[in-house]
C-alpha cells in the first residue's frame, strides 16, 4: 500500500487531536479516541512500511515551531521506518482493546480524562523521537514521553506502592535523560551544532567518543532497563492500566533501544565503533537476559513475571548489537549486518508478543480480578480465545519454532557463530560463550511460560473468580487476535522482513544482507546457503502434514473417539484444586539451582495450619541501590546545614555566588 | 538415491527404526540381569496394542492435552528427519539446522510439560516442573558441544557438517573429544534414561517423564511413547554420526547405500549396548545432584570450545 | 598454522594434554577424596605419557627417562602413599562438596581463557602451537591453585600443590624438551620428600588438632589471639 509521504504531518497532528478527544469520558469521546488511535496507528504502520521497501523516500522537514535560531528537523529514513512500523502495529492492537477495558476501569474515577490525555501525549512523545532529527526536538519529545508515561504509571495513585513506584520510575527517567543529555552534548562539542546531521559529521576522538558511547548507554540503557538500570522496570510497567503496560513494555523500550542504534550506528557512526564497545554490550546484554528471566521465574504477579521477562528481551537485544559492533569495529560488516538485523528483529517480535501477553493478562485480570497467578487457573476452558492467543505469545516468546521469537533468536546465533572470522582468540571464545547464555535464557524462559501457561490456562481454578471467568468484549480479543497473527506471520515469513531490514544496515553498516534472500520467499540464509539456511514455511508444512497424516492413519484405526474420565493421579482419591502445583513449587527447583543470586526469605508458620512463605528479592537493591541512596540522603543532609534558617545567612550565599561568577566571567 | 525417495526414508528409518533400538536396549539390560527379556519386536507390538485402545481423557483436561501427543510426536519425528543418516545429500537438512533442531525438540518438549501440568493433578505438575529444570541446564550444553563442532565445519547445517567431516583430512582433535563427551551425558539427561531418569519407573516420586505422561492412555500413549524413542534414537544417530561419521555415504550409489545402512545399523546397536551397560551398572541419582551433572556437561563442552581456540586454530 | 598442519603425534600430544586440563577440572569438581587421588594419578599418568610422545616424535632418549619417572613417581608412588595415608587416618570414606560448584567450574573456565590471554604475547617460540600448550600448563597450575584455595581437606590441598607441579613439567616437557636431567632428578626428589614430609605433618597436625580440615588452622598470624 503506497502512502503519500505526504501525509506526515497527520502523524503528531492526530494524537494531538486524540488528546483534547481524550478529555471526556463520556462513551461517543471515548469511542472517538481509540477509533484515531486506530488511524493513528495504520498510519504509522503505512508510513514505516514505505520507508522500508523504498517505496517512500528518505525525507527532512524543517518545523516552523522551536527556539529561535534552534529550528525543529524531523526526518523520516528506514531506521526511523522500522519503528514507525512497530509502534503502528502495536497501536493498531491496543486501538480495539481499550474501549472494553476502559470501560471497567472508569466508572467513578475522579480523573478520567488524565488517562487519555496522557495516552495520546505518550504515543505523540513516541512517535517524534523517532522521526526527530536533531538533538533539541529529540530530548523534547523523550521527556514527553518520560512525563506521560510516568502519569500514566501513577493512574491508579490511591495505592501507595503505585506511588512509589512511580517516582522511582520518574528519577530514573530523569537521571538517565541527563546521560543522554550529555552524551550530545559531547557530540555536539566537537560538531558545533544539534542537528543529527552536524552531529554525524563531527570529528570526535576516539577517548571521547567512548566517553560519548558509555553516557548513551547508561541513559538509553535506563529506560529500556539494561543490568543493573532495570529496577524500576518490574516495579513500574505492572501498575499502570494493560493497555498502556503494552505499550510501554512492547514500545517504549523500543524508542529507548531506537535512540541507543541511532545513537551508536548511526550518530557515532560504523567507522567509530570499537571492540570494546562490542564486549561491554554483548556482557551487559547476556547478564541482562539471564537476570532477567531468573527473577521472572520467581513472580507470581502476572505483570510483574512479564515486565521481568521486558529486561530479559531487551538482554537478548543488546546481545546482538554487541555482536554487531564487534564484527563492524573487525572488519566484517557483513556479520555485523546479520547481527544488527536480528537485533532490530528481536525488538519488533518483543513488541508483538509482549504486547499480545500484557493485552492477554489484562484481559485475564478484566475477567477474574486476580492478579496472583496463585489464584488462577484452568482459564483456558473459561476464555478459549484469549487462552489460545496468549498460547501464541508464550510459544513465540519462548523462541520456539515456527513463531516470530525464534527467527530473531536464531539470526542471533547464525550471528555469534561467525566467530571464525575473527582474529583474536578470545572473542573467539567469547562470543559462543554469549551464545550459551543466550540459549540459556531461552530455555528457563520456556519453563517461565509453561509455569504460567500451566498454572494461569490449564488445570482447574484455584479460586472463585477464577472458577467464574467471563470472556472478554469483542474488541479485547480482536487486539490479541490481531497480534497473534503477526506473531506467526512474522515466524512463517522472515524474508520480506529480513530484506526491508537491509535497507536499514545498508545506509549504515554498508551491507544490505542480499544474501538473506537469494534463495526465495522459502529460505532465509543469513551468510549463505551452505553456512545456514531455515525455510520455516517448509517447517510448518512438514509439520502439519506429520500431525495430519498421524492424526488421520489413528483415526481410520480399531479406536475412535475419547471416553472421557475421572483423572486416574495414581489411583489417589479425585484431585481437588488445591492439590495442583503451584506457580511457587514449579519453580522451586529452579530457585534452589540458582539460590547464589536471589535474596531469599523463606520459612514455614503455624498459624491455624503449617504456611510456608517465600519471598524473594532482587539482590541489586541491598547491594547497589540502598548504599546510593543512604549516600545521597547524606550527602543531602550535609547540605541541609547551609539551610541555616537566618535570612542574613542566606543574603550573604546569594553574595558569594554573585562575586563568584563576576570572577568567572572575568577569567 | 532419488531425493524423494530419500527424505520419505528419512521419516520412515526414525519411526520405524525407533522402537527397535529401544527393545534392543532393554533386551540387553535384561541379558546383564540374567533374565531372558521380551523379544526385539516387543516395541512394535506394545505401540500397535495402544493404538487399537480408546483414549481415555481426564475430564478436567483442556483442549491442550488432546493436542499435545500430536505436537510432540510431530515435532519429534520433524527434528529426527532433519538429521542426515546415510550421506550428507539431504535436502532436508536445508530446511532446519541444528539450532531449528533444538529448537524443535524444544517445542516438543514445552507441550509435554504443558500436558502435565493440564490435568491438574500434583504428580503432572511435578515432572513438568523437573523436566523444564533438566532441560533449561541441558539446552546450552547441547549447543555448547554443537558449536564446537560448527566452529570447525563452519556451518550449522547438518548435511554441510556430515560432508565436512566425511572429506577433511584425518585428524585428532581435543574439541571432538569433549564435545562427544558432552553430548554423552545431555543425550542421557536429555532422554530420560538412568542416571538421571528411570525409563522403567512407574509411581515412584522419583519419575520425571512418566510423570508427566502418567494420565494419557490409548493412542496418545502410544504417540508419547513412540516420541520418546524417536528422541533416543535420534541422540544416538547424532552421536555416531557426528563424531564417527565413517562408513556414511557421499555419492548416493546403490552399494554405498547400502553399505551406509549396514554401517549406521552396526554403529547404533554398539551404542544400545554401551546405553544398557551403563544403564545396568549406575543407579539413579537424586534430583539436585542433576544440576551438578549438566553442569559437568556444559563445562566438558566449554572445554572443548576452549581446546578447539587454544590448541586448533592456533596463533594470531 | 592448524591443527591439520601438525604430524599425527603431535596431534596426540595436544589430545592428551587437553586431558590432562580435564583431570585438572575433575579434581575441581571431585567430592570424594579417594576418587581424587585416582584422578591425580591419572593426570600423572597423562603427563607421563605426553612425556613419552614428545620423547619420540623429537627424538630425545633422555625423556623416556622422565617419563618412566614420572610415571612411577606421580601415577604410581605418591598415589600409593596418598591413598595409604588417607586410610590410615580413617578419610577413605570422606566426601566434601563445594560450596558452589557450578560457579567454582566456570571460574576454572574464566582461569583457562585468562592464561590464554596471559601467553598471547609470546611471539618468538619456534612454533605457535608449543605456546598453545604453554597455555594449557598454565591453566592447569592456575587451576591446582585454586584447588588449593577452594578446599578445605589437607589432603585435597596436597593433590593440588601436585596438580601444580605436573603442570609446571608439561610445560617444562612441550616447550624445551625437558629440563636439564640433574634438574629434574632433582625436582622428582623433591617431590618425593614433600609428600613424605607431608604425610608426616598429616599425623602430626591430626594428633594435635584431630582433624584435617585446613579451615581450623586459623591462627596463621601473629595477631595476639582475642580472648
Redesign the interface.
Known amino acids: 500500500m503506497a502512502v503519500p509521504v505526504s501525509l506526515w504531518p497527520a502523524l503528531p497532528a492526530l494524537p494531538l487531536v486524540m488528546a483534547v478527544t481524550g478529555l471526556s469520558a463520556r462513551r461517543p469521546a471515548v469511542l472517538l479516541f481509540f477509533a484515531l488511535m486506530l488511524l493513528d496507528g495504520l498510519l504509522a504502520a503505512a508510513l514505516g512500511l514505505g520507508l522500508l521497501t523504498g517505496q517512500l523516500p528518505t525525507v527532512s522537514h524543517s518545523l516552523v515551531t522551536g527556539l529561535p535560531g534552534l529550528a525543529w528537523h524531523l526526518r523520516l529514513d528506514p531506521l526511523s521506518g522500522w519503528f514507525l512500523l512497530l509502534i503502528g502495529l502495536v497501536q493498531v492492537a491496543v486501538a480495539p482493546y481499550g474501549p472494553g477495558y476502559v470501560r471497567e476501569l472508569l466508572p467513578g474515577h475522579r480523573t478520567p480524562g488524565a488517562l487519555g490525555f496522557f495516552t495520546a501525549l505518550f504515543l505523540l512523545g513516541m512517535q517524534l523521537v523517532v522521526v526527530a532529527d536533531d538533538a533539541f526536538l529529540f530530548m523534547i519529545a523523550w521527556e514527553l514521553m518520560s512525563l506521560s508515561s510516568y502519569v500514566l504509571v501513577v493512574f491508579h495513585h490511591q495505592r501507595s506502592e503505585n506511588r512509589r513506584a512511580g517516582f522511582l520510575y520518574l528519577l530514573m527517567a530523569h537521571v538517565g535523560a541527563l546521560a543522554i543529555l550529555l552524551a550530545f552534548g559531547v557530540l555536539a562539542t566537537h560538531g558545533h551544532g544539534f542537528a543529527f546531521d552536524t552531529l554525524r559529521s563531527a570529528d570526535v576522538p576516539p577517548l571521547w567518543s567512548t566517553v560519548a558511547f558509555v553516557l548513551a548507554l547508561v541513559g538509553f540503557g535506563m529506560k529500556a532497563g539494561v543490568l543493573p538500570l532495570h529496577v524500576w522496570l518490574p516495579e513500574a510497567h505492572p501498575v499502570a492500566p494493560s493497555h498502556v503496560s503494552a505499550l510501554m513494555s512492547g514500545v517504549m523500550l523500543k524508542v529507548a533501544v531506537y535512540g541507543f542504534v541511532r545513537f551508536t550506528f548511526d550518530l557515532c557512526g560504523a567507522p567509530a565503533l570499537q571492540t570494546g564497545w562490542g564486549v561491554a554490550l554483548l556482557t551487559v546484554g547476556s547478564l541482562t537476559a539471564l537476570y532477567g528471566v531468573l527473577f521472572a521465574l520467581m513472580q507470581h504477579d502476572i505483570k510483574r513475571l512479564l515486565a521481568y521477562h521486558s529486561v530479559e528481551n531487551i538482554g537478548i537485544i543488546f546481545l546482538g548489537l554487541g555482536l554487531a559492533v564487534i564484527f563492524r569495529a573487525t572488519g566484517h560488516p557483513g556479520v555485523a549486518a546479520v547481527a544488527l538485523a536480528a537485533a532490530l528483529y528481536h525488538t519488533l517480535n518483543h513488541a508483538l508478543f509482549k504486547s499480545l501477553l500484557f493485552l492477554g493478562a489484562g484481559a485475564v485480570m478484566h475477567s477474574t480480578h486476580e492478579r496472583d497467578i496463585e489464584r488462577m487457573?484452568?482459564l483456558?476452558?473459561r476464555m478459549p480465545w484469549t487462552?489460545t492467543f496468549f498460547?501464541v505469545g508464550c510459544?513465540s516468546i519462548?523462541?520456539?519454532?515456527p513463531f516470530n521469537g525464534?527467527v530473531s533468536e536464531?539470526l542471533t546465533?547464525?550471528a555469534a557463530?561467525q566467530?571464525?572470522v575473527l582474529?583474536?582468540?578470545?572473542l573467539?571464545?567469547l562470543l559462543?560463550?554469549a551464545?550459551?547464555?543466550l540459549?540459556?535464557t531461552?530455555?528457563?524462559a520456556?519453563?517461565c511460560?509453561?509455569?504460567v501457561?500451566?498454572?494461569v490456562?490449564?488445570?482447574?481454578g484455584r479460586s472463585r473468580h477464577a472458577r467464574h471467568a467471563r470472556r472478554v468484549p469483542r474488541g479485547m480479543r480482536a487486539g490479541q487476535a490481531w497480534l497473534a497473527l503477526l506473531c506467526v506471520l512474522f515466524g512463517i515469513l522472515p524474508v520480506p522482513i529480513v530484506r526491508a531490514l537491509g535497507t536499514i544496515t545498508g545506509p549504515i553498516l554498508g551491507d544490505d544482507l542480499h544474501a538473506a534472500s537469494v534463495q526465495g520467499l522459502l529460505?532465509l540464509t543469513p551468510i549463505s546457503?551452505?553456512?545456514?539456511?531455515?525455510?520455516p514455511p517448509?517447517?510448518v508444512l512438514?509439520?502439519g502434514l506429520?500431525?495430519w497424516l498421524?492424526?488421520r492413519l489413528?483415526r481410520r484405526?480399531?479406536?475412535r473417539?475419547?471416553?472421557?474420565?475421572?483423572?486416574?493421579?495414581?489411583g489417589f482419591s479425585r484431585?481437588t484444586?488445591r492439590?495442583?502445583?503451584t506457580a511457587t513449587?514449579?519453580?522451586?527447583?529452579?530457585l534452589?539451582?540458582f539460590r547464589?543470586l536471589f535474596d531469599v526469605e523463606e520459612g514455614l508458620e503455624e498459624r491455624g495450619g503449617i504456611h510456608y512463605h517465600l519471598h524473594v528479592r532482587d539482590r541489586l537493591w541491598r547491594l547497589l541501590y540502598e548504599p546510593i541512596g543512604r549516600g545521597v540522603l547524606g550527602a543531602a543532609r550535609q547540605v541541609a546545614r547551609l539551610q541555616s534558617g537566618r535570612l542574613r545567612a542566606y543574603l550573604a550565599g546569594s553574595f558569594a555566588t554573585l562575586l563568584m561568577l563576576l570572577w568567572v566571567i572575568g577569567l | 538415491m532419488n531425493t524423494g525417495l530419500l527424505v520419505l526414508f528419512q521419516f520412515l528409518f526414525f519411526a520405524l527404526a525407533a522402537p527397535l533400538l529401544a527393545g534392543w536396549v532393554k533386551r540387553v539390560k535384561a541379558r546383564l540381569q540374567n533374565r531372558r527379556g521380551t523379544p526385539l519386536l516387543q516395541g512394535y507390538r506394545e505401540l500397535w496394542k495402544l493404538m487399537g485402545k480408546q483414549a481415555l481423557v481426564p475430564d478436567t483436561a483442556s483442549p491442550v492435552y488432546r493436542i499435545a501427543p500430536y505436537v510432540v510426536f510431530a515435532s519429534t519425528l520433524l527434528a529426527a528427519a532433519t538429521l542426515p543418516v546415510l550421506g550428507p545429500r539431504l535436502p532436508l537438512a536445508s530446511m532446519a539446522d541444528i539450532i531449528v533442531l533444538v529448537g524443535l525438540l524444544a517445542l516438543g518438549r514445552f507441550f509435554l510439560a504443558l500436558a502435565g501440568m493440564d490435568v491438574g493433578t500434583a504428580f503432572g505438575g511435578l515432572g513438568s516442573s523437573r523436566e523444564m529444570l533438566i532441560s533449561s541446564l541441558a539446552e546450552p550444553a547441547i549447543l555448547m558441544a554443537v558449536f564446537t563442532l560448527t566452529l570447525t565445519a563452519h556451518s550449522t547445517n547438518l548435511a554441510s557438517v556430515t560432508d565436512f567431516l566425511l572429506h577433511s583430512a584425518p585428524a585428532l582433535r581435543p574439541s571432538f573429544l569433549f564435545a562427544l563427551m558432552a553430548l554423552l551425558l545431555v543425550g542421557i539427561a536429555e532422554t530420560g534414561r538412568i542416571p538421571v531418569d528411570n525409563p522403567a519407573t512407574h509411581l515412584e516420586l522419583t519419575m520425571v517423564h512418566e510423570a508427566m505422561i502418567l494420565e494419557y492412555s490409548g493412542r496418545h500413549l502410544a504417540l508419547m511413547e513412540w516420541a520418546a524413542q524417536i528422541k533416543l534414537l535420534l541422540y544416538a544417530v547424532l552421536l555416531v554420526n557426528l563424531f564417527f561419521p565413517w562408513g556414511m555415504d557421499a555419492q548416493g550409489t546403490p552399494t554405498g547405500t547400502l553399505v551406509a545402512l549396514t554401517a549406521v545399523t552396526f554403529k547404533l546397536a554398539v551404542v544400545g549396548t554401551a546405553l544398557g551397560v551403563t544403564e545396568s551398572v549406575l543407579a539413579k541419582m537424586r534430583l539436585f545432584k542433576v544440576p551438578l551433572y549438566l553442569d559437568m556437561a556444559f563445562l566438558l563442552a566449554l572445554l572443548g570450545l576452549l581446546s578447539h581456540v587454544i590448541l586448533e586454530v592456533g596463533s594470531r | 598454522m592448524t591443527l591439520l598442519a601438525l604430524p599425527l603425534q603431535e596431534q596426540a600430544v595436544f589430545v592428551l594434554a587437553a586431558m590432562v586440563l580435564f583431570t585438572s577440572f575433575l579434581l575441581l569438581a571431585q567430592t570424594r577424596l579417594v576418587t581424587s587421588i585416582h584422578t591425580f594419578a591419572w593426570q600423572g599418568g597423562l603427563v607421563a605419557a605426553i612425556t613419552a610422545l614428545m620423547a619420540w616424535s623429537s627424538d630425545a632418549p633422555h625423556l623416556y627417562l622422565s617419563a618412566a619417572l614420572t610415571l612411577g613417581l606421580k601415577a604410581l608412588l605418591i598415589p600409593w602413599m596418598l591413598h595409604r595415608l588417607v586410610r590410615r587416618v580413617e578419610l577413605d570414606r570422606h566426601t566434601e562438596s563445594l560450596a558452589w560448584p557450578a560457579a567454582t567450574l566456570l571460574g576454572g573456565a574464566g582461569l583457562v581463557l585468562f592464561s590464554y590471554w596471559v601467553v598471547l604475547p609470546i611471539e618468538h617460540l619456534e612454533l605457535a602451537a608449543t605456546r598453545n600448550i604453554v597455555a594449557i600448563s598454565l591453566s592447569v597450575v592456575l587451576l591446582g591453585m585454586l584447588l588449593m584455595v577452594a578446599r578445605r581437606q589437607i589432603v585435597q590441598e596436597v593433590i593440588g600443590f601436585m596438580s601444580i607441579e605436573n603442570g609446571l613439567f608439561l610445560g617444562a616437557v612441550t616447550t624445551a624438551h625437558g629440563m636439564p636431567l640433574v634438574v629434574e632428578l632433582g625436582v622428582a626428589f623433591d617431590v618425593l620428600v614433600a609428600a613424605i614430609l607431608f604425610g608426616v605433618f598429616f599425623l602430626q597436625i591430626r594428633e594435635s588438632i584431630e582433624s584435617l580440615d585446613a579451615d581450623r588452622l586459623d591462627r596463621l598470624s601473629e595477631r595476639e589471639p582475642e580472648a
Not at chain 1, 490456562?457 to 482447574?460: I, N, P, S, V
Not at chain 1, 513449587?585 to 529452579?590: D, H, K, L
Open positions: 487457573g484452568g483456558l476452558r487462552g498460547l510459544l519462548s523462541a520456539l519454532p525464534f536464531w546465533f547464525q557463530l566467530t571464525w582474529d583474536s582468540g578470545l573467539r571464545s559462543p560463550i551464545a550459551a547464555m540459549a540459556l531461552g530455555a528457563l520456556a519453563a511460560f509453561v509455569k501457561y500451566g498454572v490456562f490449564l488445570g482447574q529460505w546457503p551452505k553456512t545456514a539456511s531455515y525455510g517448509l517447517v512438514a509439520l506429520t500431525w498421524t492424526a489413528l484405526g480399531r479406536a473417539g475419547v471416553v472421557s474420565c475421572e483423572p486416574w493421579d495414581c484431585p484444586p492439590m495442583q502445583y513449587s514449579f519453580a522451586q527447583p529452579i534452589r539451582v547464589v
